[in-house]
């Protein structure tokens, strides 16, 4: 048996990666899917990026969701999705940023 | 979620790793059982709605005496396609005259003609901008209305499985939809991680040890179960997933369609559906809308007609469109393709002019099409029908034989901290400890074996009376729709009470196979109570050779035998041969009338004991 203080430890670390999947997973399937459906958007019509894009995230979603629990630490798994998603958020933002119109 | 990888499995065991997969486990095997419970309600509703038309039917048995709708033969030969058009323009001309007559202010009606399911004529309708929808059955041949009994019918399946609907006009749809579709992204990534992860994924194909009994046949079940359709369950989440994507992941939209005036939703719903955003008008529910003026339909089915040589005509909608115009747009019928929607052709009301058709072309949006009408199973005929309902209560036993492992894996362990403690208390010699009190499961295990109970015997036995409900309350019953709703949710709560009853004061097997044989004398009733109350029975239809209606009191009948066996195979007093061979002991050797004995009442708390043994 397990003591009980690390038990409650660990308990609040899986939490915590429960917290990063579902929450930082979502992040970072949306920011995915608005960074590439833009990107794609130059490319092809419309509504192909955007579908291409979505089906592709909810792809990045699940294996967002196992990085979460593989990830080494809980702080691992909370960068491992919010990074990538800040990162493709700010794509998706910089060409209003830049003052470039839709 | 049990498949999610674990660290511990990579790595050199380490005291920490080794709690971590401890708290791991502890966080899967909860949140995966409460979404076990709920995957399994939304998998067996959505199950049964593969069959929603047919549970339409034979719940509104006023609509028996309908002529069948049949398929004309040699429809490609001109001649017959003319003559199917005819027929076509003179039922749609029939019920639409008979609504302008009992609605002359009609703004939108969208008619939905009968075919091979629905041998009736179909009609919604508002006299409002952006409200609800009105809905008529009709008699395909005289436009007579057809009074039938208030009921949700297979409808209710049908929303419940994607919106958890507690009521014929419920309140809760969007919420409901956020509820299941994270029950469903749960799901895909337990399929995903456990893809991933199941080193043994082609082995399993090939194990099942039935003879083992207890814990191993329950793991080799759910093994077989879940690995077996596979690509079936992968294609029913992401295709769920997919079909909601504009509530759930509506991210790409935003940056996309997103313009000056904000993002433009509906030009992005137009473009998915391969329409023009125009023809798509965005009203309020109180917006003044012209009504509809008189319509000449003949000409429009024969030019829908020759233009898809002959292909079926599903529906026709008439409205206004964003400029005020009265258009009609004919849909296909969509068991004409496997992509979904079908398409349709849009007309001038008015001139009778051909403006477009409407239809999605791109890959990606052919794509989506092809995994839509995947889940909504549209395109199946009877046959292949069949075989998605059987995948899909393949998908219902394994998060079933899942749930039941849990229990089973817990008790295993209960019971060998029993033992231990039987064998001090005997060298000891103290007598004063009764077995079962000191081998009691745990409140949480015993919780779960209750909600088990409740979700696995009692959705079977709640959905058998809600069937005989339709029979059995009066036709004139105020709300009667939501009154049979009321004892399905009612019958519902009961199995709960009842499991809960049986985990918490006397544990045993009878909580299984009272509500299984509940259940099971519930379905195998429903074609006696449907013969005592309607004209719609066995006695008519089998000889008739109306196998819709007879077929699905056939497949109650079996229901009711399946469950009934299972609840003789639990019954209390009968152990499995795994189970006699891990408990040796005086009590267990004899088969006791009585409720199981002692040992086996704490070993198994409402856990179905049974192997999958011949009997």
Redesign the interface.
């Known amino acids: 048996m397990k003591p009980v203080r690390a038990d409650g430890r660990y308990r609040l670390a899986v939490a915590s990666r429960a917290l990063a999947a579902i929450g930082g997973g979502y992040a970072l399937a949306a920011g995915w899917a608005a960074a590439f459906s833009l990107a794609l958007a130059q490319l092809m019509p419309r509504v192909e990026a955007v579908l291409i894009a979505t089906m592709l995230a909810w792809l990045a979603y699940a294996m967002a969701a196992g990085w979460a629990f593989y990830a080494r630490t809980a702080w691992g798994a909370w960068g491992g999705t919010l990074l990538p998603a800040l990162v493709l958020g700010a794509c998706a933002m910089a060409p209003q940023w830049m003052g470039i119109t839709p | 979620m049990s498949a999610?990888?674990?660290?511990a499995a990579h790595r050199p065991a380490s005291t920490q790793r080794e709690?971590?997969r401890?708290?791991?486990s502890?966080?899967h095997t909860w949140?995966g059982l409460i979404l076990g419970w709920l995957l399994f309600a939304i998998f067996l509703t959505g199950t049964l709605s593969f069959f929603r038309s047919e549970f339409n039917l034979w719940m509104r048995p006023e609509m028996h005496s309908l002529p069948s709708a049949t398929e004309t033969e040699g429809a490609a030969e001109p001649t017959a396609q003319a003559a199917q058009a005819a027929r076509t323009a003179q039922t749609v001309q029939k019920s639409v005259d008979a609504l302008v007559r009992r609605a002359p202010e009609v703004t939108q009606w969208i008619l939905h003609l009968p075919d091979e399911r629905d041998p009736a004529v179909n009609l919604l309708w508002r006299g409002t901008g952006n409200g609800r929808f009105e809905t008529l059955r009709m008699h395909p041949q005289t436009g007579e209305p057809i009074e039938a009994r208030q009921t949700m019918g297979g409808d209710f399946f049908y929303r419940f499985h994607f919106e958890l609907r507690t009521a014929q006009k419920g309140r809760w749809a969007i919420q409901g939809r956020w509820v299941v579709g994270v029950a469903t992204?749960l799901m895909?990534?337990a399929l995903?991680?456990g893809v991933?992860t199941h080193r043994r994924i082609f082995k399993d194909f090939f194990t099942f040890r039935p003879n083992k009994g207890g814990q191993r046949a329950w793991m080799d079940a759910h093994n077989v179960t879940g690995v077996l359709v596979l690509p079936f369950y992968l294609m029913i989440t992401?295709s769920g997933?997919?079909i909601f994507?504009t509530l759930y992941?509506p991210?790409?939209?935003?940056?996309?369609?997103?313009?000056?005036k904000g993002v433009d939703a509906n030009a992005?719903f137009a473009?998915?559906q391969g329409e023009k955003a125009e023809s798509r008008p965005r009203r309020g529910p109180g917006d003044p809308v012209e009504p509809l003026p008189a319509i000449a339909l003949q000409p429009l089915i024969e030019a829908a007609s020759t233009r898809w040589q002959g292909g079926r005509i599903g529906s026709l909608q008439a409205r206004r469109d964003a400029k005020g115009r009265a258009v009609v747009e004919i849909t296909r019928h969509d068991g004409d393709r496997l992509q979904y929607r079908p398409p349709r052709l849009l007309f001038d009301a008015t001139t009778g002019q051909w403006l477009d058709q409407a239809d999605a072309t791109?890959?990606?949006?052919r794509?989506?099409g092809v995994l839509y009408g995947l889940h909504l199973a549209r395109f199946a005929d009877a046959g292949m029908r069949w075989v998605l309902f059987g995948f899909g209560v393949l998908g219902s036993l394994m998060i079933a034989t899942g749930m039941v492992l849990w229990s089973v894996k817990r008790s295993a362990r209960s019971e060998a901290k029993a033992q231990a403690h039987a064998q001090t208390a005997a060298s000891r010699e103290i007598h004063a400890v009764p077995l079962a009190v000191a081998a009691r499961a745990p409140f949480g295990e015993r919780l779960v074996a209750a909600i088990n109970i409740a979700t696995l015997a009692g959705l079977p036995l709640a959905c058998g009376v809600y069937i005989a409900s339709n029979r059995l309350i009066p036709v004139g019953t105020a709300g009667r729709a939501d009154v049979e709703l009321a004892w399905f949710f009612g019958t519902w709560g009961l199995a709960l009470l009842w499991a809960l009853a049986c985990a918490l004061v006397r544990e045993g097997r009878a909580g299984w196979s009272v509500p299984l044989g509940a259940a099971g004398l519930v379905w195998a009733a429903l074609p006696g109570i449907n013969a005592l109350t309607t004209r719609t029975h066995l006695g008519v239809t089998l000889p008739a050779g109306e196998w819709t209606w007879a077929g699905m009191d056939l497949s109650f009948l079996a229901t009711g035998l399946l469950l009934g066996w299972l609840s003789w195979r639990l019954r209390p007093g009968r152990m499995s041969r795994g189970k006699v061979a891990a408990h040796p002991g005086p009590h267990t050797a004899s088969p006791a009338p009585r409720p199981a004995p002692p040992q086996a009442v704490a070993a198994l708390p409402g856990t179905p004991g049974v192997s999958t043994s011949g009997a």
């Not at chain 2, 991210?251 to 000056?260: F, H």
């Open positions: 999610t990888p674990s660290p709690g971590f401890q708290a791991m502890w966080l949140a992204m895909f990534v995903i991680t991933i992401f997933l997919m994507h992941m991210a790409g939209i935003a940056t996309a369609y997103k313009t000056e992005y473009d998915l791109g890959p990606a949006a794509t989506y």
